[in-house]
């Protein structure tokens, strides 16, 4: 009798603390945001330690922490190298219960990062990387891309000068995922508007020297010579490719992937004239100019944000509205990017625009020019606007796409 009483004693204990356990769980409101980027390196401007300041912009002004959330941001820097940015994700994932990646600049991360993430069921909040297969091809049910990509940069810059009479290009590629997408992409673009590519070289991620390179774009004689890099790679083949007179020589620079942190780094001068597009300018308009001010005063260097630092805070901002719709945490990566998928998007940066299926945010780019010295008003007073990209036409169209997630 007195056992019986005892087992059905521990029982409704048990029961008791699981249903405690259970409720507890189901009303967690903490959140882990990992921030994966380059910080000390040819990214390290474009991303670095000012997307961890985007990021925490976000989760301040996502109101989260008034309402009794936690929101903890923490970061790491993959240096370039796919297996660092996964080890990293993986220790972040498995042992601080990090439930968010974001940024992850150099699509080679970016694409590893993808696969652990599906794996482990968390989330990859994309502004970084720019390879349009982490919507296509390689897409997943837990990553999301938002600011930019491959597409968009062929079909600004790439058709934009093909257009104008540059039909014949010849192409420096970083040699690496980015770089190769980046060239493929363009690549199609020119060749549908009638031009023809001459050719290509591929050159190490972060090298100093590109006299070679640009010595065989030279004597390619194309109209053309598309920088299908980024960064620090994009600054030292511009200031080299002055060097050899180039543009002088009659042939024209296409920065095919071009951040306000690169004209800073080479100053107008250098700069003006160079086409290229983007889907962020911080002088865009009131909301763009109040937020990048802010951004500015707790920035390094009082630095303007870059493109991919406005797509963290916007992302950032989305992610957590889906956490506050689903009421808590379900740490269910799958399920919050689905939901972030079916609320509206809507911030001061970008604006309103769906997320669709495949994982990318729908905006508009934009075809920017580089003024030139006597053209600029004051310090990052660098843009001027020549054309406006429809959002769909910045995409890749879902009838195209060769995401598995997409319904045809």
């Excluded at 699509?107 to 989330?123: H, I, P, Q």
């Excluded at 980015?178 to 290509?200: I, Q, Y």
């Excluded at 083949?237 to 543009?247: D, H, L, P, R, T």
């Excluded at 004239?273 to 002088?283: I, M, R, V």
Aim: include cysteine.
């Amino acid at each position: 009798m007195t056992t019986t009483f005892a087992r059905r004693s521990a029982a409704l204990l048990a029961c008791a603390a699981f249903g405690f356990a259970t409720s507890a769980f189901a009303q967690d409101k903490t959140v882990k945001i990992g921030e994966l980027n380059d910080m000390s390196s040819l990214y390290a401007d474009i991303g670095g330690p000012n997307s961890v300041v985007a990021i925490k912009m976000a989760v301040e002004d996502s109101g989260l922490l008034k309402k009794g959330w936690k929101i903890d941001v923490i970061s790491g820097d993959h240096q370039n190298k796919p297996d660092v940015g996964v080890n990293i994700a993986r220790q972040w994932i498995d042992n601080d219960k990090v439930d968010a990646i974001a940024d992850t600049p150099n699509s080679g991360v970016a694409l590893a990062v993808s696969n652990l993430v599906k794996e482990k069921n968390s989330v990859l909040l994309n502004s970084g990387a720019a390879s349009a297969d982490l919507t296509g091809k390689a897409c997943t049910p837990n990553t999301v891309s938002y600011t930019y990509d491959t597409y968009m940069l062929a079909n600004g810059t790439g058709k934009a000068l093909t257009k104008a009479g540059g039909d014949s290009w010849f192409f420096l590629t970083a040699d690496y995922a980015f770089g190769h997408a980046l060239e493929r992409d363009t690549t199609a673009v020119v060749s549908a508007n009638g031009g023809k590519v001459l050719g290509s070289v591929k050159h190490p991620i972060n090298t100093a020297d590109f006299s070679s390179f640009l010595l065989q774009a030279q004597s390619s004689k194309a109209k053309v010579v598309g920088l299908a890099n980024a960064g620090g790679d994009t600054t030292n083949s511009i200031k080299q490719a002055a060097e050899f007179g180039i543009v002088q020589g009659g042939q024209k620079l296409a920065a095919l992937l071009l951040f306000i942190n690169d004209v800073h780094s080479l100053g107008l001068k250098t700069a003006q004239g160079l086409t290229f597009t983007e889907s962020f300018y911080w002088d865009m308009n009131e909301q763009t100019r109040a937020w990048s001010k802010r951004f500015s005063a707790l920035a390094n260097k009082n630095a303007m944000p870059s493109m991919t630092q406005a797509g963290n805070y916007a992302m950032v901002l989305h992610y957590l509205k889906a956490m506050d719709a689903l009421g808590s945490n379900p740490h269910d990566g799958a399920k919050v990017v689905a939901k972030m998928k079916e609320l509206p998007t809507d911030d001061p940066l970008f604006g309103k625009g769906p997320l669709r299926e495949d994982g990318r945010r729908l905006i508009p780019a934009y075809l920017f020019e580089v003024k030139k010295p006597e053209e600029s008003k004051g310090p990052w007073d660098y843009y001027k606007q020549i054309a406006t990209i429809a959002a769909e036409d910045a995409a890749k169209p879902l009838k195209d796409s060769e995401c598995p997630l997409v319904k045809k």
